[in-house]
C-alpha cells in the first residue's frame, strides 16, 4: 500500500492542478502563503515548500515582498511537466473540510480518481456558511462542470439551490453528510457503528459516567448518527445513559470562522461541564477540535489526562510517524474520495442511476488518552 503523501507535497499536486485547470492563469497572483496555510490547516514552513518547488520547475514566479504569481504559459518546464491526462471534462467539489484533521485525503484521492477517468476536478472551500455554499454551486455550474460533489452545510432548513438541483436531476453526490429525505447518492462513514466502536470501548475498560460533547445537531446527520450510536452503545451494554452527560451547543470552530471568542465560550462551556460533573471518566468528542479543548481545560482544572479522564474523538491531524495522542475514530477518506467520484461518474452517464447510499467501516486507533477507570478506594 502506497504511503500518503506529504502535505507540502498534496498543496503542489492541487495547487498545479489549479493551473492545468485554468483557474489561475498566466500571470495571476495566488493566495498568500497564510491563506494556503489556513485553507489546508498547515504551517508556513509547509506552503513555502510547495511554493519553491513548484517555483524552481518554472510553474510560478516568486517575489519578495510580492507573492506568487503563475509563470510563463510556454515555459519549457510547464510544458514538461509530469505526464497527466489533459481532459477537457470538468467536475466540481463543494466542501468545507480541506485540513489535516479532515478532508485533505478524500480531496487528493478524488482528484486522482477524476483524472484516471478523463476528468479534471474543481475543488471550492464552502466555509461551512449556506450562501457561500450557494454561491460555489453556481459558479461551478457556470464553469461547465458536469457534476458536483457536495459535503453540505449543516443548517436548520436545505439550502435551496441543492433542492433545484436534485429536483431538475442534475448529477450531484453527497459525501460525509446527507440531508434526510433528499434522494441521492451518498458515500460516507457508517457513523453510528463508528460512535458505538467507540463508546463500546470506553465501556470495556470500565467507563460507567461517559460524556458526549458535540456541535448543535441541527439536522446535521453525522452528528445525529453519532450520538444515536453513543446511546445504542450503553443500551446493548445495559448502562444508563445519562443524557446529563451529552452536550450538544459547542460553537462551530471551522478554522475559516472560528474566532477568539468562540474559542472562548467552548472553553467556558467545558470547563462548566468538567466542574458540574466530577464523576464523568470518560468523553467521547464528535470532533477532534473539541477534544483538543476538552484536554487543555482538563489540564487548566488539574486532572490527568487519561489517569483521571479518558478522551476519545473523531478524526485527528495527521500523522506519518503512525504517533497519536489522541485515541480517535478514523475514517476511510481516500476511499470516499474515490467512491464520491465514482458515484458522480455512474450519474454523468446516466441520470436515472439508482442513487446508491455507501456507508463505510471505520476504525479505531488508540492512542494515549484513553485508559482503564481508576478505582476509587475509601481511606480507613
Known amino acids: 500500500m502506497p504511503k500518503p503523501k506529504l502535505m507540502y507535497q498534496q498543496i503542489y499536486d492541487y495547487t ?11 500571470g495571476d497572483y495566488l493566495p498568500t502563503e497564510k491563506e494556503f496555510g489556513d485553507q489546508f490547516n498547515v504551517s508556513r514552513i509547509t506552503v513555502k515548500t510547495a511554493m519553491n518547488m513548484l517555483s524552481e520547475k518554472g510553474y510560478i514566479t516568486r517575489i519578495r515582498g510580492k507573492g506568487s504569481f503563475v509563470g510563463k504559459a510556454e515555459s519549457p518546464s510547464l510544458l514538461k511537466s509530469t505526464p497527466i491526462a489533459t481532459p477537457t471534462k470538468l467536475i466540481g467539489l ?5 485540513g489535516d484533521e479532515y478532508g485533505i485525503e478524500t480531496l487528493v484521492s478524488a482528484m486522482k480518481t477524476a483524472e484516471e477517468n478523463s476528468y479534471f476536478l474543481v475543488p471550492t472551500n464552502i466555509m461551512d456558511n449556506q450562501d457561500v455554499e450557494s454561491e460555489k454551486i453556481s459558479a461551478l455550474i457556470k464553469l461547465g462542470v458536469d457534476g458536483i460533489i457536495i459535503m453540505p452545510v449543516n443548517g436548520e432548513h436545505y439550502n435551496s439551490r441543492i433542492l433545484e438541483l436534485i429536483l431538475s436531476e442534475y448529477p450531484i453526490v453527497f459525501f460525509d453528510r446527507y440531508l434526510k429525505g433528499l434522494d441521492a447518492p451518498f458515500v460516507g462513514t457508517d457513523n453510528l457503528m463508528a460512535s458505538k466502536m467507540g463508546t463500546d470501548y470506553l ?6 459516567h461517559i460524556g458526549f460533547i458535540s456541535p448543535p445537531l441541527i439536522d446535521t446527520s453525522s452528528l445525529e448518527d453519532r450520538l444515536e450510536g453513543f446511546i445504542n452503545s450503553h443500551a446493548k ?3 444508563l445513559c445519562d443524557p446529563t452527560l451529552m452536550v ?12 477568539e471568542s468562540k474559542i472562548s465560550e467552548n472553553i467556558n462551556k467545558v470547563t462548566s461541564f468538567l466542574k458540574n460533573n466530577p464523576k464523568v471518566t470518560a468523553i467521547l468528542a464528535a470532533e477532534q477540535s473539541i477534544a483538543v479543548i476538552i484536554l487543555k481545560v482538563a489540564t487548566s482544572l488539574g486532572i490527568k489526562v487519561p489517569e483521571d479522564l479518558s478522551i476519545l474523538c473523531f478524526d485527528t491531524q495527521s500523522n506519518y510517524l503512525k504517533d497519536t495522542f489522541f485515541t480517535y475514530i478514523k ?6 474520495g474515490k467512491i464520491s467520484v465514482e458515484l458522480l461518474l455512474e ?8 442513487n446508491r447510499r455507501i456507508l463505510l467501516i471505520p476504525e479505531l486507533v488508540i492512542g494515549r488518552s484513553t485508559a482503564k477507570v481508576k478505582i476509587k478506594t475509601l481511606k480507613k
Request: glycine share 6%; hydrophobic share 30%.
Open 203 to 208: 465501556l470495556n475498560l470500565g467507563h460507567r
Open 347 to 354: 450519474k454523468i452517464k446516466d441520470p436515472k442511476t439508482p
Open 248 to 259: 450538544n451547543d459547542i460553537l462551530n470552530m471551522h478554522p475559516v470562522i472560528s474566532t
Open 331 to 336: 475514517q476511510p477518506e481516500s476511499i470516499i
Open 237 to 239: 451494554q445495559g448502562v
Open 94 to 98: 463543494c466542501s468545507s473540510a480541506f
Open 16 to 26: 498545479l492542478n489549479e493551473i492545468h485547470i485554468g483557474h489561475y492563469n498566466k
